[in-house]
């Protein structure tokens, strides 16, 4: 495949829209953060794209950007496709898969195997303890599960994990290749776009967007969705990338955490909070994100060569860098607002929302 040549094509005029005011507070004045930006991530997208940072909210989003009509184009190489395989290939993995179980056994009363009881006391002393909350998406430890539904679940790898630990899963994905594979979990899945889930109101108890509304012509409308179909009290769970992170500051127009044209908003912690409020959500709450700066980084420099950021033959970081991106990740256990990704809960409350 000749990426240049792709980059070189244009999208098809009539198939951009503009964007005349921020997606997240309307402000209509704004700042070119970065011009002439193209797909380095999957090589599929045709086009070259402008970024425009909001001075009130914080926010950033393309302008022009595909319609919701064509915007498919952009994910004609997409990763969500494909069956999981996180077997553990070597001796070293089997050890940490089994601690991680065992945490979890704990944590959740499951009985994932294989597992390791010394994992309950040793995953909590461990930096793998952010990966594997993270993993699980911080689902609540007290109380018996109920019905939760991960919209945007691609191959429904954590639908799989969630229904080990006792919850009765659902998934919304607009992809069909990736629906068919999802439903081989056994879990309730719909093929559906966001904010057009089709999903039942008030019947979850919990939902999760993870790297999902970055991808969102309105993430606004599609909230307020989310709190739709959340039962009074539910709560939701997103992660996205952090426009203040440590590796976009590194990095700049070939930070991984843009990839154009399929991030159409990217957040701050304001511009998240702002858009969470106005759909109605409250109790906010930032949970820690994964100690995950060496893979942002290892990603953005291979994207500064024009490599696959994905190629594990391509460039790796060089010691200078991966004690920068040590220090990143260890800055932000002091400082959440510049970790690499933004990862959140909020509730729906009691009362209906408007």
């Given at each position: 495949?000749?990426?240049?040549?792709?980059?070189?094509?244009?999208?098809?005029?009539?198939?951009?829209?503009?964007?005349?005011?921020?997606?997240?507070?309307?402000?209509?004045?704004?700042?070119?953060?970065?011009?002439?930006?193209?797909?380095?991530?999957?090589?599929?997208?045709?086009?070259?794209?402008?970024?425009?940072?909001?001075p009130?909210?914080?926010?950033?989003?393309?302008?022009?950007?595909?319609?919701?009509?064509?915007?498919a184009?952009?994910?004609?190489?997409?990763?969500?496709?494909?069956?999981?395989?996180?077997?553990?290939?070597?001796?070293?993995?089997?050890?940490?898969?089994?601690?991680?179980?065992?945490?979890?056994?704990?944590?959740?009363?499951a009985?994932?195997?294989?597992?390791?009881?010394?994992g309950?006391?040793?995953t909590?002393?461990l930096?793998?303890?952010?990966?594997v909350?993270?993993?699980?998406?911080?689902?609540?430890?007290?109380?018996?599960?109920?019905v939760?539904?991960?919209?945007?679940?691609?191959?429904?790898?954590?639908?799989?994990?969630?229904?080990?630990?006792?919850?009765?899963?659902?998934?919304?994905?607009?992809?069909?290749k990736?629906?068919?594979?999802?439903?081989?979990?056994?879990?309730?899945?719909?093929?559906?776009?966001?904010?057009?889930?089709?999903?039942?109101?008030?019947?979850?108890?919990?939902?999760?967007?993870?790297?999902v509304?970055?991808?969102?012509?309105?993430?606004?409308?599609?909230?307020?969705?989310?709190?739709?179909v959340?039962?009074?009290?539910?709560?939701?769970?997103?992660?996205?990338?952090?426009l203040?992170?440590?590796?976009?500051?590194?990095?700049?127009?070939?930070?991984?955490?843009?990839?154009?044209?399929?991030?159409?908003?990217?957040?701050?912690?304001?511009?998240?909070?702002?858009?969470?409020?106005?759909?109605?959500?409250?109790?906010?709450?930032?949970?820690?994100?994964?100690?995950?700066?060496s893979?942002?980084?290892?990603?953005?420099?291979?994207?500064?060569r024009?490599?696959?950021?994905?190629n594990?033959?391509?460039?790796?970081?060089?010691?200078?860098l991966?004690?920068?991106?040590?220090?990143?990740?260890?800055?932000?256990v002091?400082?959440?607002?510049?970790?690499?990704?933004?990862?959140?809960?909020a509730?729906?409350?009691n009362?209906?929302?408007?």
């Open positions: 495949m000749d990426h240049n040549n792709i980059q070189l094509q244009p999208w098809p005029k009539e198939a951009l829209e503009r964007v005349e005011s921020c997606p997240i507070c309307g402000e209509v004045d704004r700042t070119l953060l970065y011009n002439g930006l193209v797909d380095k991530v999957f090589f599929c997208a045709p086009g070259q794209w402008s970024l425009y940072s909001c009130t909210c914080g926010c950033a989003y393309l302008d022009p950007r595909p319609t919701p009509a064509t915007i184009k952009a994910y004609s190489a997409y990763y969500t496709h494909e069956e999981a395989d996180d077997v553990p290939r070597s001796r070293f993995g089997l050890i940490k898969r089994s601690l991680r179980n065992g945490y979890l056994n704990a944590r959740y009363q009985r994932l195997r294989p597992t390791w009881g010394m309950r006391w040793m909590p002393l930096p793998q303890k952010r990966w909350d993270e993993g699980v998406r911080h689902l609540p430890t007290s109380g018996r599960p109920g939760l539904v991960d919209i945007g679940c691609g191959n429904g790898q954590f639908l799989r994990t969630a229904m080990q630990l006792g919850w009765e899963a659902w998934g919304v994905d607009l992809d069909p990736a629906v068919e594979t999802a439903k081989k979990t056994g879990a309730t899945v719909i093929q559906g776009g966001f904010p057009d889930t089709g999903l039942p109101s008030g019947r979850f108890d919990i939902v999760t967007l993870s790297h509304i970055e991808h969102v012509h309105d993430p606004l409308a599609a909230l307020r969705e989310a709190s739709r959340l039962k009074p009290g539910g709560r939701i769970w997103l992660a996205t990338p952090n203040e992170s440590f590796g976009h500051a590194r990095f700049g127009s070939n930070w991984r955490g843009l990839e154009p044209p399929r991030h159409l908003v990217l957040f701050t912690g304001h511009s998240i909070e702002k858009v969470m409020i106005n759909a109605g959500f409250t109790n906010l709450e930032y949970k820690p994100c994964p100690m995950q700066a893979g942002y980084y290892q990603n953005s420099l291979r994207i500064s024009g490599e696959d950021p994905f594990d033959g391509a460039s790796t970081l060089p010691l200078a991966r004690l920068e991106a040590l220090i990143a990740d260890l800055r932000a002091a400082n959440p607002s510049q970790s690499e990704a933004i990862v959140m809960t509730i729906r409350p009362a209906n929302i408007g």
